[in-house]
């Protein structure tokens, strides 16, 4: 791809994150009109909103077009598309609430977390194993609302366990930062 082209190009990983969250409002009427425990337009169109999230990540580091805007919009679509669909799968009496909770728990402590550090100057990235949660969690949801094939709950579950393993994961680094960070300022 020639660079002017590229340049061209930079607005549109922005663009499928605001999409994303723009589809929202469909996903959640979709789920409304639901007349079982799954509803297979729901999860389709839950598959490809989430699809845009692997999309609009490469698109933007092949583009150079990383920005500020995406680094902070993107997770919260995300959390919010998985926020929807979890609250859709309790709802729709496709799961109990526990392991749904759970992960709703975590991302919102996350996305608090996320912003007081970097309201505190440090600044915390993903790491491949919260991506690796981030797209189980999502397929897990997805294929919970297409199916209720016991094997998903299984799979369901290990995202939830990941979900908790990986937020573990992130307190650690956090409490690290922040002790790197008020140790250089003792010195």
Do not use: C
Request: charged letters at 15%; aromatic letters at 6%; glycine letters at 6%.
């Amino acid at each position: 791809m020639s660079p002017h082209t590229a340049s061209r190009l930079r607005w549109l990983p922005n663009a499928l994150t605001v999409a994303r969250l723009l589809a929202l409002p469909l996903i959640i009427w979709m789920l409304t009109q639901a007349s079982g425990r799954t509803d297979a337009l729901a999860a389709w169109t839950f598959a490809a909103v989430a699809i845009t999230d692997f999309i609009d990540g490469r698109l933007a580091r092949a583009l150079h077009a990383e920005t500020t805007f995406g680094r902070l919009a993107d997770p919260f679509a995300d959390r919010m598309l998985v926020a929807v669909g979890l609250i859709g799968l309790i709802a729709l009496d496709r799961m109990g609430p526990v392991g749904p909770l759970v992960v709703l728990i975590r991302d919102a402590a996350l996305v608090l977390g996320v912003v007081l550090m970097r309201n505190s100057g440090i600044d915390l990235r993903v790491d491949m194993a919260g991506k690796i949660s981030s797209f189980l969690v999502m397929a897990a949801v997805g294929l919970a609302l297409l199916s209720t094939a016991e094997w998903i709950d299984v799979v369901f579950w290990i995202a939830v366990i990941l979900s908790v393993a990986t937020f573990v994961n992130y307190v650690r680094l956090a409490a690290k930062a922040l002790r790197g960070r008020g140790s250089s300022t003792q010195t």
